[in-house]
T-cell receptor, first 117, second 115 residues
Framework: DAGVIQSPRHEVTEMGQEVTLRCKPISGHNSLFWYRQTMMRGLELLIYFNNNVPIDDSGMPEDRFSAKMPNASFSTLKIQPSEPRDSAVYFC???????????????FGPGTRLTVT | GDSVTQMEGPVTLSEEAFLTINCTYTATGYPSLFWYVQYPGEGLQLLLKATKADDKGSNKGFEATYRKETTSFHLEKGSVQVSDSAVYFCALSDRGTGGSYIPTFGRGTSLIVHP
């Protein structure tokens, strides 16, 4: 299995621009998570989906952030407009077993390093 | 809500030293517990897990025991290597109000092993 795939691996953009991060979960996994990691705030859960449906988006920092999962094999995290404080590493993770998934581990992608200047 | 507390790092050790990284948790339900490791420039990967009280998870010489009475899941290794240098995250997965299993992570503990 290829694991969780994220693209791009690095993104540098100017303040005010739209940024779209992409994720392909492991085939057969029912849950998908988006995280943000910074030195100051550590690892933050932004949103997670079960069976393509958003379950909890309470971690999304503000309306500039949005996430979609149009099908079981693809998800996007969009920031519009981007700001310098959005600079971070964004991880996507997937997990099997949406409803009974408590005992299952998450599989993380390699991350997208976003720099907003 | 649920929370995970880890000892602050960095933890600096010499090769072959004994390692302990403390982790305690609070949870409303009966969570599963995990240790993840993150190497520089990579995503987190599972190191070990335990799903019920008194279970011991182990992998690559690392061990952790699920202690419900002390709500702890401390990570140990008898003899660390330079290649163990990484950031270690304690995490739990607990059933939320909607029935879904929500992950909660600690802040991570950086381990530096010197030759």
């Amino acid at each position: 299995d290829a694991g969780v795939i994220q693209s791009p691996r690095h993104e540098v953009t100017e303040m005010g621009q739209e940024v779209t991060l992409r994720c392909k979960p492991i085939s057969g996994h029912n849950s998908l998570f988006w995280y943000r990691q910074t030195m100051m705030r550590g690892l933050e859960l932004l949103i997670y989906f079960n069976n393509n449906v958003p379950i909890d988006d309470s971690g999304m920092p503000e309306d500039r952030f949005s996430a979609k999962m149009p099908n079981a094999s693809f998800s996007t995290l969009k920031i519009q407009p981007s700001e310098p404080r959005d600079s971070a590493v964004y991880f996507c993770a997937s997990r099997r077993g949406a409803s009974g998934g408590g005992a299952y581990e998450q599989y993380f992608g390699p991350g997208t390093r976003l720099t907003v200047t | 809500g649920d929370s995970v507390t880890q000892m602050e790092g960095p933890v600096t050790l010499s090769e072959e030293a004994f390692l302990t990284i403390n982790c305690t948790y609070t949870a409303t339900g009966y969570p599963s517990l995990f240790w993840y490791v993150q190497y520089p420039g990579e995503g987190l990967q599972l190191l070990l897990k335990a799903t019920k009280a008194d279970d011991k998870g182990s992998n690559k010489g690392f061990e952790a025991t699920y202690r419900k009475e002390t709500t702890s899941f401390h990570l140990e290794k008898g003899s660390v290597q330079v290649s163990d240098s990484a950031v270690y995250f304690c995490a739990l997965s607990d059933r939320g109000t909607g029935g879904s299993y929500i992950p909660t992570f600690g802040r991570g503990t950086s381990l530096i092993v010197h030759p």
